[in-house]
């Protein structure tokens, strides 16, 4: 009878770990995905959408690789920003570009050294959405998103972004 406790004991403990293991992703509620979830809204809300390149400059780190499906890599701070001021913030650019998450997609799983928080992992789907002059604004694509933010001297830094599966709407 002590086999059959001792292995059953040992099979919920297996399970358990399996199952905590599985579910890594923080709770929406949690301080985590409360503060990514905000610098997602400045990355976009703020910085993409408004092309306020100041707020866009403050949450990128310098080392950015940025893996963009169609556009290829982008493999430095320096390198995006001149893509951001030449391309979509660009005041002779007649086309504006809006970004939108798409409610209930953001997932945010932590990254630990020696138990203390370095990182994250944010994962999610948006839409883009394009208005060339004074035409009506229209549907442009869907894609999924990864970015890796890291922790720096008390500040959220995206460092990696992969930006794929882009499909136009």
Not at 28 to 53: G, H, I, M, P, Q
Request: charged share 25%; net charge neutral.
């Amino acid at each position: 009878m002590d086999k059959v406790i001792k292995i059953t004991v040992s099979l919920i403990v297996a399970i358990s770990t399996f199952i905590m293991s599985a579910e890594a992703q923080v709770s929406t509620y949690s301080e985590l995905f409360r503060t990514l979830k905000s610098k997602d809204s400045l990355l976009f809300d703020v910085a993409f959408n408004t092309c306020n390149t100041q707020v866009l400059e403050s949450l990128i780190a310098e080392d950015l690789e940025f893996y963009h499906d169609q556009g290829g890599i982008t493999n430095s701070k320096s390198k995006f920003m001149d893509v951001m001021k030449n391309g979509i913030c660009n005041p002779d650019n007649p086309t504006t570009s809006r970004r939108e998450l798409v409610a209930g997609s953001l997932e945010v799983f932590p990254l630990y050294e020696n138990g203390k928080l370095y990182g994250a992992l944010q994962n999610g789907s948006h839409r883009f959405f394009e208005k060339l002059g004074d035409n009506p604004e229209t549907k442009g694509s869907i894609a999924k998103f990864s970015h890796l933010w890291i922790k720096e001297n008390g500040n959220w830094l995206v460092k990696r972004v992969i930006s794929y599966d882009h499909k136009s709407q």
